[in-house]
């Protein structure tokens, strides 16, 4: 049994120790970013990859994916 987020309410699948970044990357799911590269250890300094996690602002590059989240990228606010 797969493990799964829900970005913009889609359920999207993630091994142990991607971040939001690397699950919605490998799904086709973009998230905007300038400083994420896969190449790099993530640091998550320009926040343009800014999500909302269960209500908690954070940085999709930095932000490790767990079991039950509800993550929103695709909103006004955002």
Do not use: W
Not at 38 to 63: D, M, Q, W, Y
Request: negative net charge; hydrophobic residues 35%.
């Amino acid at each position: 049994m797969s493990k799964t987020i829900t970005i913009d309410g889609v359920a999207i699948p993630f091994e142990d120790g991607q971040t939001i970044m690397e699950a919605a990357t490998a799904a086709g799911v973009y998230i905007p970013h300038l400083c994420h590269h896969p190449e790099f250890t993530p640091h998550g300094s320009c926040k343009l990859c800014t999500v909302k996690v269960n209500g908690r602002i954070c940085s999709a590059c930095t932000f490790p994916a767990m079991e039950g989240q509800d993550v929103l990228n695709n909103t006004k606010e955002l």
